[in-house]
């Protein structure tokens, strides 16, 4: 059977007819892979990409294409310091109280990434990264929507996007464990991109019938969340317009301190009737490699830190401290009506990401590239903030809300990991009043760990705690 001549046509004119060159050794079900995956492509797009961000000129370009006279700080409401600031923080904490206790809040948990970095043997949300439970990424999250809906009277729903490659593990995981306990979760995938050659641009094949697809990175959420359900069911954004869900807060799997749907952030979001909200922390060092969110000519933008020239990253105030500290760590809030003027009417730019990606060769052998062969597409969130009306900056404190989970070893790892979540608890612990060891460098020398079904923030863990509490071995209050 030849390919279908229309799509054999179109990849020709595309410059992509090498696709189709196993076709006549597969069998039926290896051709109506390879047919409906190329089917999938957008030809065009990908011509505009390749055109744009592939070869040597895109490869020699590198950081911001802009005058860094024109990038200037952002307005951050910063961590209170003084008694009236503090009063301001409770004063929002009330009103996103409010808006959890409407139902007017859900959550969107990204976990399609492939977690190259880390190389775990399944979803990144399955890593047992309780420092004593070894409870898993997702078990803690999904916990903490649970002890949400019940502070505030009203189930939170709970979206979590995968991708087509870990979907089925993500799905049957969260079965598995009855949900954690959660009243309402949905799964919804999000779309793929061919990887190319980074000399010419052709799509890799990753087998003869299977080309070398990769997820379209978290900006991908956007539109995988207004995609129709299964068998035409409502999108997740129309499901949300219908159960009166306004408000956004978006977060991604590996960062197991993170404070979700943390009333004072949403409350400030409302306050600045924001379209999309950022939490920052203040970068330490010009190298460290979070997002800055910067204003370039009135606009706030995220430059990524690998784009960001050392002219900028080193630029320092007269006191000493970096001028451009604001580093974004992926923990946002977005109003539904803005995700669905974005679906709408404005696309997110596309970045290239350079890549090992093994693919089969000319002579039908499979190559395991040594080094970075090839392109990827990703869409990124952040993208979003120069499209929205209005926004919130929010700082929070790095040691209470971010840790993530990235490398197997070294920073960002379950070690690390391990060590701040039993320095937070310890924290809590002692805030409760119970007694808790330190070592010379003031971390706490066990693992501690408390369960968010126990106690979601330190003062719920003062209300419960037994009076004259002591540390004095790895704990878990659950
Ligand atoms: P990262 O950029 O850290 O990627 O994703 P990753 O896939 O987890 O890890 P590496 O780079 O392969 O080692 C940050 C967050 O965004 C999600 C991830 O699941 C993680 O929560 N993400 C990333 C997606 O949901 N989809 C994507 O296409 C990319």
Not at 130 to 140: D, E, K, N, T
Not at 232 to 237: D, E, I, N, Q
Request: proline fraction near 8%; aromatic fraction near 6%.
């Amino acid at each position: 059977m030849r390919p279908d001549p229309e799509l054999a046509d179109r990849l020709k004119r595309h410059g992509q007819e090498h696709l189709l060159a196993w076709w006549d050794r597969l069998d039926a079900t290896g051709r109506a892979q390879l047919a409906s995956e190329l089917s999938a492509i957008d030809l065009d797009q990908l011509d505009r990409l390749v055109a744009e961000l592939v070869g040597e000129e895109a490869d020699a370009a590198g950081s911001l294409a802009v005058d860094p006279e024109r990038v200037q700080p952002i307005d951050v409401v910063r961590l209170p310091q003084t008694d009236g600031e503090r009063i301001a923080r409770r004063r929002a904490a009330e009103l996103g109280a409010d808006a959890l206790a409407a139902g007017e809040v859900g959550v969107i948990l990204v976990a399609g990434g492939s977690g190259t970095r880390l190389g775990f043997d399944g979803p990144k949300g399955t890593y047992p990264i309780g420092p004593v439970s070894r409870a898993s990424l997702f078990q803690i999250h999904a916990e903490k929507i649970v002890a949400l809906g019940r502070r505030h009277g009203r189930p939170v729903p709970l979206y979590v996007m995968t991708s087509p490659d870990n979907d089925e593990a993500t799905r049957s995981f969260f079965e598995s464990h009855g949900n954690f306990g959660l009243d309402r979760v949905r799964f919804f995938v999000q779309g793929q991109m061919p990887a190319v050659d980074r000399v010419t641009g052709k799509v890799l094949l990753a087998a003869p019938d299977h080309v070398a697809l990769s997820p379209d990175g978290h900006g991908g959420t956007l539109a995988a969340l207004a995609a129709a359900g299964p068998d035409g069911s409502p999108s997740c954004l129309e499901e949300l317009r219908e159960r009166g869900v306004r408000t956004l807060f978006y977060f991604q799997v590996d960062n197991p301190l993170v404070q979700i749907a943390d009333p004072a952030y949403l409350g400030m979001h409302r306050q600045a009737d924001a379209e999309m909200s950022f939490k920052v922390i203040e970068r330490l060092t010009p190298d460290e490699k979070v997002g800055v969110v910067v204003m370039v000519d009135g606009v706030p933008q995220v430059i990524e830190y690998s784009d960001l020239p050392p002219v900028l990253a080193n630029r320092r105030v007269p006191e000493g401290s970096l001028e451009l500290w604001a580093g974004s760590i992926a923990i946002h809030v977005l109003e539904r009506t803005f995700i669905e003027r974005l679906v709408g009417d404005a696309k997110l730019p596309f970045h290239r990401a350079v890549k090992k990606v093994p693919f089969v060769d000319a002579s039908g052998a499979t190559v395991k590239p040594d080094g970075p062969n090839a392109v990827k597409f990703e869409q990124f969130i952040f993208d979003a903030l120069p499209l929205a009306k209005r926004w919130a900056i929010v700082e929070t404190d790095r040691p209470t809300e971010f840790e993530p989970l990235k490398n197997a070893v070294g920073p960002d790892s379950p070690e690390t990991v391990h060590r701040r979540m039993s320095d937070l608890f310890g924290a809590w612990l002692e805030q409760a009043g119970a007694t808790v060891p330190r070592r010379a460098d003031g971390s706490v020398p066990f693992d501690v760990e408390i369960s968010p079904l126990y106690a979601l923030d330190a003062q719920e863990l003062r209300s419960r705690l037994e009076p004259g509490f002591v540390v004095d071995g790895p704990t878990y209050l659950k």
